[in-house]
């Protein structure tokens, strides 16, 4: 039998320390909550952008207008609502082909946002890269809604957006050289 007040011996394992987590490039942990935030910021996104997507999916093939007034119904929402009622007419006159469109660009878009959101969760340096390319890509086709449609939600994503993107160029430059020497090691 080990006697545990016996030294170890030469030729036994050495115990393994544990090690943390963390992102190698992030310079403190206010950088870590923030991205932590953002990551989930983004999955929220995408979380909403798929559960759109199944649903213009469920309508294909189907009879829009039931199915909208069945949910309507279902949630105790007043039908006779100017949105409600603008809402579904606009759903149920697009066709099966603006249907799929709509939901293969809404699943897609909400994919990106899951690739981002999980990449910036796990601290990956490609992910703060990947969501300042895309969302600053995004920022002209939401200015220009923002013009022609105002609406304060709109005014409060691109807002989001403008922060996030300024908060992580700013992350970026600022552990660039702190990335670049680890890598140099």
Known sequence: MDDPTTEPSADSPKPIAPVEVKPTHVA???GASVLLAIGLFKLLKATLLI????????????????????WVRAVRVDPGNKYIHAAISKVT?????TLRD???GTFAYG???LIEG????LGKRWAEYLTVISTTGLLPIEVYELFHHPRLAKFVVLGANLLIVAYLVFQLYRTRTLHESRAAV
Do not use: M, W, Y
Not at 53 to 68: P, Q, T
Not at 118 to 121: A, R, S, Y
């Open 102 to 104: 709509i939901s293969f």
């Open 51 to 70: 559960s759109v997507a199944l649903g213009v999916h469920h309508l294909l093939n189907r009879d829009a207008s039931e199915i909208l007034n069945h």
């Open 93 to 97: 006159g697009l066709d099966e082909r």
């Open 118 to 121: 999980t990449g910036l969760l």
């Open 111 to 113: 994919g990106l946002f």
């Open 28 to 30: 403190n942990e206010k």
